[in-house]
C-alpha cells in the first residue's frame, strides 16, 4: 500500500527534529525573504514602506497598543504580501499558459493583499488623524 500511487506520501525535506529543524527552518525563511526581494516588485515596495513607517510608529505619539497596530498593519501587509507571491509562484510553476482558475488563484492573491493595504490605511488613519 505504502507504493501505491493513491498513498500520500510525505515529502522527502521532512524530518528533521529539535534544534537542527529550527536552523534549517529559519534559513528556509532567510531564503524566503532573499527570493521576496529579489522577483517581486511589490514586496520591495513594501519593505521600502516598512522602513519608513515602522520607526514612524515608534516616532509619533501614540499608546503603546497604537503603536502595536500601527507595526502590526505594517508587517501583515509584508505577509500577506509574501504568501500572494507563494501562490503565484506555484501558479506558474505548473503552467504558464493562461487558464480560469489560474487567474482566479492569482486574483484572489492580490484582493488579500489589497484588503491588508486598506486595513493598513484605515488602523494609520483612525491613529495619527484621531
Do not use: C
Request: charged share 20%; no cysteine.
Amino acid at each position: 500500500m505504502q507504493n501505491s500511487p493513491n498513498h500520500h506520501q510525505e515529502s522527502p525535506f521532512k524530518g528533521k527534529t529539535g534544534l537542527k529543524r529550527l536552523i534549517n527552518a529559519f534559513g528556509y525563511s532567510m531564503d524566503g525573504f532573499k527570493a521576496a526581494y529579489q522577483h517581486e516588485d511589490a514586496f520591495r515596495q513594501e519593505v521600502r514602506l516598512a522602513v519608513v513607517l515602522i520607526p514612524l510608529a515608534f516616532y509619533l505619539e501614540a499608546e503603546a497598543l497604537h503603536r502595536i497596530l500601527m507595526v502590526g498593519s505594517v508587517l501583515f501587509v509584508m505577509i500577506v504580501e509574501l504568501l500572494n507571491s507563494a501562490v503565484e509562484a506555484v501558479v506558474d510553476r505548473v503552467s504558464i499558459e493562461r487558464h480560469a482558475l489560474a487567474k482566479r488563484a492569482k486574483d484572489i492573491g492580490s484582493a488579500a493583499v489589497l484588503l491588508a493595504l486598506v486595513n493598513l490605511a484605515i488602523v494609520w488613519g483612525l491613529i495619527v488623524f484621531r
